[in-house]
């Protein structure tokens, strides 16, 4: 039931837009409030996931304190809200997060029809199949007349459908609300592969109760663009949170990070110089202090820095740079320059 | 006009606040412009913010293909077809769970109620505990409990429990030569031969049956079968209407039960048996072929009926009570036994205190379907009120058609139950 009232509380809250001025200062809001609003994923590890001590962690919530970072110079000040993938764009139309930030795909209806921006690509993904070791399955062709179980609301729900109708294979797709509903029927023998991002299967895969019974299919059946948004209508905003991603990705290619901030910040070489605030006033044209970038690589980092801490090799996800990689390293991050 | 004669008496009416009757009709007029004002300013005001975020608005989306899969689909259904079939997907899903949990919450209930106030220690103690624990856990809980303790417990495909319909064919078909049906026993003996693979499986996927596969000449049969329907019906009300004048009893069941069955299976043996059965098979990853029921809907259904009827035992209980005493005394002194007491005497009775609470239950059923999310059940507040809402992001259209389907829902079965209300309501002669 609860379920059903959130759905109704959101819906109301469109309503509620109606009422309110909407498209108002973003930045404004969060100051006055002293927090940033930041909507995360339900628990997914390596993304946005509460730890023991009830912190939030991962690389979406990273991005959030990135920006609390150059706002309030704090990464403290960030209210989380785990929202289930069928809640989260109503939450942020609604304007009960500032910012989404939870592994969302960045497509051409979402950021047309739903009101929304999308701020970057923090993460390059794809879409995979996780299955039993047991199955010895090479490839998701093989897949044919299986029973998959996704969470509902995604573009993984969908993806499956053009791909399986192409490919001729009949398949029983089970949409469950929350991810926790889709791990369990998975685990449980009801579904006989888990469909999802690349990446996220292998966080899921973490939650299952042996672990190494299960395998990621090497095939990826679409692109994941995953990334920040936010309402569509408030272009400072907007600008700020691209900019945060930006930051963090120069930072990185200028081989700056949360070890060598301080000397770096003396450093005499023009982009430097520019992207850390010693020269121009960047930071001011996007609202907040001209030394912003230092804050945020201070307190959270250049965008390498998260990607491994968060999930990369060291982490327990254990995922390859690969795509993620800054372009002039053989992958697709880049950010643009700042001047 | 005959009234014109009195309007030279009648007082001459005057514009004032003391007047009731103007008072009231001014104050409601103005309530009423208020309220369309107020819903028209709010739709406005609405409609204009949306667009100035940039959000879709109307109904054109209902036409746009929908692009996902649907577990059980009660109508044909592919990604391919529009959201608008996706809605009609998910409320035929939806009044399946309804309309099944309250058959299945009344019987359950009924039974439950009737046995808390049963002189037997036992059976009463067992109601009772049904009572306590299936009212006092969260119907939430209870579904899960279904799908993942129950459901999910049990066999993947390939070890699936099979069972085979062949002895019980067989056994009906030994059962009919022996009666005398040499002709219906043979064709028996035939569909069992034709079943020997085990046609029931039960897995973790669900419960697949044979199908039952119909030809042309099958339509005969039907349309014997709903005209024999008609005149068992028709029969019993002759024979209820000859008891009420004489007195007189009649075999209505037995009678009901020949009449239904014999000219059907006439029929069918004329014709030389147009069914087929098609017997699932385990191809690949799953069963291909038959009838398949998904655990989802399996738990969502038990779950709710269980619940509910919990609550439905003690109105029945509460039912029963409410009949004096006296009565059951009167119809045993008249040397009724237990059993006809019960049924012809205190349930009739008991109704008119029943029937008005069954209905909130009933109505709480259909709502608490929507928890079927839960367990990946696609019901209309999951493939619509969800998955659509999420792709299209049209909030207020689909949640506004979906709150006026349950609406309806609501009305149309409190309407039903009213109706039969009064029909048991005590006719005072
Ligand atoms: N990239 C997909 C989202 C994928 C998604 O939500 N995946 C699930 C995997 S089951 C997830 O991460 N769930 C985490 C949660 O709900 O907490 C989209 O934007 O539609």
Redesign the interface.
Known sequence: MSRTLKRILLAAGMFAIGASAAGAATLDDVKARGALNCGVSQGLPGFSNPDDKGNWTGLDVDYCRAIAAAIFNDPTKVKFTPLSAKDRFTALQSGAVDVLSRNTTWTMSRDTTLGLNFSGVTYYDGQGFMVRKSLNLKSVNELNGASICVQSGTTNELNVGDYFRANNLKYELIAFATSDETVKAYDSGRCDALTSDQSQLYALRLKLTNVADHMVLPNVISKEPLGPAVRQGDDQWFDLTKWVYFAMLNAEELGINSKNIDQMAASNSPEIKRLLGSDGKFGESIGVSNDWVVRIVKHVGNYGEMFEKNVGTSSPLGIARGLNNLWNKGGVQYGMPVR | MTDARWSGSAPVRRWSWTDPALRSAVIQITLAIALIWMAWS?FA??QE??A?????SGFGFMENSA?????QTLIPY???MSYGRVFLVGLLNTLLVAFLGIILATIIGFLMGVARLSNNVVIRALASAYVEVTRNLPP?FQILFWY?AVL??MP?PRQSWAFGIKPFLDSLASGASAIGLTPLGAWLKGMADAAAAPGVFVS??GLVVPRPIFEPDANIIFGILVASVIVAFFVARWARKRREATGQQFPTFWAGLAIIVLPALAAGLVLGAPVTIENPEL????F?GGIRVI??FVSLLVALSIYTAGFIAEIVRAGILAVSKGQTEAAHSLGLRSGPTLRLIIIPQAMRVIVPPLTSQYLNLTK?S??G????Y?DL??VF???T?????Q??EI?ALTMAVYLTISIVTSTLMGWYNKRVALVER
Request: aromatic share 6%.
């Open positions: 709010f005001n609405a913010n949306l100035r975020q940039g959000i879709a692009g996902f899969g649907i577990t592919s990604e391919s939430l993942l999910s417990t993947n973790n996927r191809r690949g990853f799953n291909v655990p989802e608490n929507t928890l999310v839960a367990v990946g696609p507040v999951a009120a969800g998955t809402l999420n792709q299209t992001g909030a207020i949640i």
